[in-house]
């Protein structure tokens, strides 16, 4: 409304005189235009100049005088026709309005100050200062010698009004012409954007702070593995059962195949591409056993291998990259991976359904489980952990295998940080590999180290999105070149 107002006055009129009266006279706010004005002016539609004026505006005790009448006023009209005594008259109009209103009352002629008693020295009284105050409240200039008196009872102060004339600016239009901050898709497309007027870049205006970069925890995971291993392409979070599983001598019927376990796709369901041979020697190990194995001896099933799922761990990833290397002439690999998993599992404070795996593998011939603790402990202690125990467990795709634990200071116990074995021959020779290949592998979960390094007891606050960005920050910054 301000905005129509001023333009449209300009349209016809050379000059608003001055921002105050143009706003009285159109029961506008005067801040209101003021805004307008500056807004207007910095997109040069006007141009302006500074108007200040002295004003005067009531202090506190003027306000209460201006709606209860001034002291002297009220202290006449408290004295009854037949005078009244010193005492009485202070108690009835309290000592600050009697101190006041007796001396100026004594100025003004208007009593006698008897030794008895106070009288009246007229019947009727006018009420000068309030009316006085209410003037300069309503904006209505009074006398100097007024003036002079008000401000020396402190009833008013000045004040410095501040307001503008305004003429057409150089860009003066009578609307203003919407001007647009981003060419759109849509305003490009319909031809729009030749009539359309852009915003300035502001090439001087401040941008946000730079805070520095933040590794995540589970990207400082890469620092563990030596710089000879060579990182395996992990992405790819759907798998079939046959890579997750088959391939890694996993039976059929084991449980962590179940539903329970594992999350398989719906669409699509199966898989249209394995290889066909290693397939069908995959379906003899299972079913009769070779290369020196006696096999699970049960009915394998191509459709059980078809079935897509979420990889259950990146030994899925571990079992594609032997296969490859296995169709090459030998030779020795360390490979790493770190990445995503999926297990359908209950989410708590120390479980998700969506974690990450750290998984090593080295191949060569003549490996032995000795070369395994080697490699574990270098690996461990580059992650803090240098207290190492290892316990004989069972995975169908390793043999030996060992569960690995650490000493951890803090809780003063043992607590078990990954798993580990030899690749079985049964898995690794129907690949093709030759008969004295042996690989040594191991694999963790990245949140639980983590965890434990960076003493976080809830993994969702380390991943998710309930995840602790503070925690990021508080890590130092990451600087190029410096390790
Ligand atoms: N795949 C195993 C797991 O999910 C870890 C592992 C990797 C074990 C390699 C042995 C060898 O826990």
């Known amino acids: 409304m301000a905005e129509e107002a001023i333009l449209g006055y300009l349209e016809h009129n050379d000059e608003i005189k001055d921002s105050g009266e143009f706003a009285a006279e159109r029961n506008i706010d005067h801040n209101e235009i003021v805004n307008v004005i500056k807004s207007l002016y910095g997109f040069r539609y006007v141009d302006v100049e500074d108007i200040k004026r002295e004003s005067w505006v009531l202090t506190d005790e003027g306000n209460t005088y201006a709606v209860s009448g001034s002291p002297e006023v009220q202290l006449f009209l408290a004295i009854p026709e037949e005078g009244i005594v010193k005492d009485e008259l202070l108690k009835k109009v309290g000592s600050s309005l009697f101190k006041i209103g007796c001396a100026q009352a004594a100025k003004n002629k208007w009593l ?111 620092r563990y593995f030596p710089s000879q291993f060579e990182e395996m392409p992990t992405n790819n979070f759907v798998e079939s059962s046959f890579w997750n599983f088959d391939a890694l001598f996993q039976p059929q019927q084991h449980p962590a195949r179940d539903s329970h376990d594992t999350f398989f796709l719906e669409t699509p369901s199966t898989t249209n591409k394995l290889p066909e041979d290693y397939v069908q020697r995959v379906k003899q190990v299972h079913e ?128 078990e940080v990954g798993n580990s074995g030899m690749f079985r021959p049964e898995m690794l020779q129907p690949m093709g590999l030759p008969d004295d290949v042996q690989v040594i592998a191991w694999g963790l979960s990245l949140e639980r180290p983590t965890m434990i390094l960076y003493g976080i007891d809830n993994i969702r606050d380390l991943f998710g999105h309930k995840v602790d960005l503070g925690l990021m920050k508080k890590n130092p910054i990451c600087r190029l070149g410096i390790e």
Not at 347 to 359: K, M, N, P, S, Y
Not at 371 to 383: A, E, K, P, T, Y
């Open 112 to 222: 006698d100050l008897g030794k008895q008693l106070i009288t009246r020295k007229l019947q009727h009284v006018d009420d000068k200062v309030k009316n006085l105050l209410l003037q300069i409240q309503q904006g209505q200039g009074i006398g100097s010698d007024d003036i002079k008196a008000l401000k020396a009872r402190k009833l008013i102060v000045p004040q410095t009004w501040k307001g503008y004339s305004v003429k057409k600016g150089p860009n003066y239009a009578p609307k203003r012409k919407q001007v647009v901050t981003d060419l759109t898709r849509d305003n490009f497309q319909s031809g729009e954007w030749k009539e359309l007027e852009f915003k300035e870049y502001n090439y001087t205006a401040k941008g946000q702070p730079l805070e520095g970069g933040h590794l995540h925890p589970l990207l400082k995971a890469r």
């Open 288 to 415: 009769t056993g070779g290369y020196g194995s006696r096999g699970y001896a049960y009915d394998w099933k191509r459709e059980e291998a078809d079935k897509n799922l979420l990889r259950t761990h990146t030994t899925a990833v571990s079992s594609r990259m032997l296969y490859q290397l296995a169709q090459k002439p030998f030779t020795p690999k360390k490979y790493f991976s770190i990445d995503r998993v999926f297990r359908n599992e209950a989410v708590d404070r120390t479980h998700l359904a969506e974690f990450h795996q750290i998984e090593g593998l080295v191949c060569d011939r003549g490996l032995t489980l000795c070369d395994l603790i080697g490699v574990l402990h270098d690996f461990f202690s580059r992650m803090g952990m240098t207290k190492l125990k290892f316990k004989p467990a069972y995975n169908p795709y390793t043999e030996p295998s060992m569960e690995i634990f650490s000493y951890h200071e803090g809780f003063k116990k043992w607590v």
